[in-house]
T-cell receptor
């Protein structure tokens, strides 16, 4: 069974530039998450989708961050414009709706903003 | 606001030593509890979970954790660590409210280094 796939694995951009991350969850997983992980800290939820609906986006900085999950499968997280403080690892995870908390994570996308 | 505390940021042990990593959470009510592990260069993966029933749960690779409700704790243990257990360990908690699950909250992680 294929795991959660994320791309790109690494991205280096200059501040004020846009960046986008892509995630393909495990087939059949209707819940998709985007987490932010700073060095030395645990993952922090940015947004959670149930199918194509964003059910928890309270911690997504909506002035510069946006996300979409068209057709309830793949998802894209965008930052525009990026700031120095956005340097972090962006994690995508998926789970079955009936198994909350049992997340399957991708390898993450490491963003460096110069 | 809900929070999860992991007391040790970095633990260094020799092989065959016993391990206990602390985890405390701050909410009352029904919770589901998890330990996740991230081996070097790999993605986060589930190590073990507690939903209900026996408060002592066993996970993969000889790990176990005990849920002590009165102490709001879910400590991770292993009687004898191996070099391959070197990894970062995250405790996570989800509050079950009115039959629906709230957000999964992670602790800040404990880096375990096992010396050969």
């Amino acid at each position: 069974e294929a795991g959660v796939v994320q791309s790109p694995r690494y991205k280096i951009i200059e501040k004020k530039q846009p960046v986008a991350f892509w995630c393909n969850p495990i087939s059949g997983h209707n819940t998709l998450y985007w987490y932010l992980q700073n060095l030395g800290q645990g993952p922090e939820l940015l947004i959670r989708y149930e199918n194509e609906e964003a059910v928890d986006d309270s911690q997504l900085p909506k002035d510069r961050f946006s996300a979409e999950r068209l057709k309830g499968v793949d998802s894209t997280l965008k930052i525009q414009p990026a700031e120095l403080g956005d340097s972090a690892v962006y994690l995508c995870a998926s789970s079955l709706q009936e198994s909350p908390g049992e997340l399957f994570f991708g390898e993450g996308s490491r963003l460096t903003v110069l | 606001a809900q929070s999860v505390s992991q007391h040790n940021h970095h633990v260094i042990l020799s092989e065959a030593a016993s391990l206990e990593l602390g985890c405390n959470y701050s909410y009352g009510g029904t919770v589901n509890l998890f330990w996740y592990v991230q081996y070097p260069g790999q993605h986060l993966q589930l190590l073990l979970k507690y939903f209900s029933g026996d408060p002592l749960v066993k996970g993969i690779k000889g790990f176990e954790a005990e849920f002590i409700k009165s102490k709001f704790s879910f400590n991770l243990r292993k009687p004898s660590v191996q070099w391959s257990d070197t990894a970062e360990y995250f405790c996570a908690v989800i509050l079950i409210s009115s039959g629906s699950a709230r957000q999964l909250t992670f602790g800040s992680g404990t880096q375990l280094t096992v010396l050969p």
